[in-house]
């Protein structure tokens, strides 16, 4: 299921997609981003190209679809945590508002049709 759940949210454009270690930062967009997996590791984007990640499915425990109200803005992301429930990756979708900081109504349901396919908190059982 978590191959799956982050097909989907790589095949959603302008979801930015972050991975923090406490040294280093990666940031990169879902835009046309392929997925695989080959027994643990689900590779996201060309291994070949300049930016991929590998994401080990056995230490992924848990996803959640979180909503954060900020003072003029309300952010969207999908965040997932391993066995410490220490986030290993958050989606955060962007280009939700448009120029008069109103949201868009079809990004809002992008992210709303993702979150009731699968709910708000996901466990992932091997």
């Given at each position: 299921m978590l191959k799956d759940l982050l097909?989907?949210?790589?095949?959603?454009?302008?979801?930015l997609m972050i991975v923090k270690s406490n040294g280093a930062t990666i940031e990169m967009r879902?835009?046309?981003l392929s997925i695989r997996q080959k027994e643990k590791w689900i590779t996201i984007?060309?291994?070949?190209?300049?930016?991929h990640m590998h994401v080990n499915n056995e230490l992924i425990n848990n996803a959640e679809?979180?909503?954060e109200k900020k003072l003029e803005r309300t952010?969207?992301?999908?965040?997932?945590?391993?066995?410490?429930?220490?986030?290993?990756?958050?989606?955060?979708?962007?280009?939700?508002?448009?120029?008069?900081?109103?949201?868009?109504?079809?990004?809002?349901?992008?992210?709303?049709d993702?979150?009731?396919k699968y709910g708000q908190k996901i466990q992932f059982h091997f």
């Amino acid at each position: 299921m978590l191959k799956d759940l982050l097909s989907d949210i790589v095949k959603v454009d302008d979801v930015l997609m972050i991975v923090k270690s406490n040294g280093a930062t990666i940031e990169m967009r879902s835009n046309s981003l392929s997925i695989r997996q080959k027994e643990k590791w689900i590779t996201i984007g060309e291994n070949d190209g300049p930016c991929h990640m590998h994401v080990n499915n056995e230490l992924i425990n848990n996803a959640e679809f979180v909503i954060e109200k900020k003072l003029e803005r309300t952010s969207f992301s999908v965040r997932f945590f391993d066995g410490n429930n220490d986030r290993v990756l958050g989606c955060f979708f962007t280009k939700m508002y448009d120029e008069s900081k109103m949201i868009k109504s079809e990004r809002k349901k992008l992210y709303d049709d993702l979150q009731a396919k699968y709910g708000q908190k996901i466990q992932f059982h091997f």
